[in-house]
């Protein structure tokens, strides 16, 4: 017979399911940034042109290893058929640094299940990459770096890109999934640092802690 007392709590388990886009504009809504500012939540209209790039790019690049391509030029959850989706930004974004959060639903388990445990299984094996992107040669490199994040299983990842002409282009993403939600927070440019990792942390535990 277990003593009065003695029970330890168990973690309730947040249900997989699908949000709308309005739903995950919501909470994106409620985050805020390093500043305490709220984001900025991305308009339908620039949100579909984002996708439309993001598609293109991916549609015109090749990635070696083939495995890598997720590191290299992006795309994973958001381009899946169905998903629904909200991006903001941060009031602090400049044109070398642009902070962003990402909300990806409406992937069916399985898949985000894969998604990420392709994303934790290759990061090692991806620390070199060639890859030509929208007809540009381009030599990237990929690593792990250590979070402090509170969301399980939360993954963080730099990746930096050099093309022959010695411009370089950086992203630093925190990656997780819960209840049916693929959380992405990220810096980008030609600024970015690990040090920027804290405050991407913020950002997705404030988005992991709205999805119950």
Known sequence: MTAPGSETATPTKVVFKSYTKAEL??????????NDV???????????DTLKQVNEVITNSTVEPAA?????????ALLEEGATMSIGASASSTAQSLVLLTLV???PEDKVKALMD???????????????IMGQ????????????????GALAYKTSAIAPGGGSQDQLILTAAKGG?????????????????????SMLDQAAALIK
């Open 38 to 48: 709220r984001l900025l939540v991305m308009p339908d209209d620039r949100l579909q």
């Open 25 to 34: 504009g919501q909470i994106v809504d409620e985050v805020r940034d390093s």
């Open 137 to 152: 040669s381009v030599e990237a490199s990929t690593k792990s770096v250590p979070t402090s994040a509170k969301t399980e």
């Open 181 to 201: 939600v693929v959380l992405i927070s990220q810096s980008s440019g030609t600024t970015v640092q690990d040090s920027d990792l804290p405050k991407l942390e």
């Open 105 to 107: 639903s409406g992937v």
């Open 68 to 76: 890598c391509a997720e590191f290299a030029v992006g795309g994973g």
């Open 118 to 132: 392709g994303k934790s299984t290759n990061v090692a094996s991806c620390e070199t990459m060639q890859a030509t």
